[in-house]
């Protein structure tokens, strides 16, 4: 009978989804990923009123400057009234 070696899986580097760790030693738990990746599973919480979303709310996000400016826009011209 031939003995089987078991190997731990980390796991793929990089996810063929576009998710993929970052190389910064400094900020080790964090995930880079795209925003349409996790638009809809955000969206589906908000409208179900998930709890565990209050859990983040303080948490910082950063996004690019130019989805920055369409949102401040959108924030604006949905005021009601506007």
Known sequence: MAIRKLKVYTGPESDPQGISLLGSEADANCVKLQLGDILPLLA??????????????????????DLYDVLQAYRHFRRPGA
């Not at 908000?46 to 996000?61: H, K, P």
């Open 44 to 65: 589906d919480a908000v409208a179900s009123n998930r709890t565990w979303l209050t859990d983040f709310e303080q948490d910082e996000v950063t996004i690019s400057s």
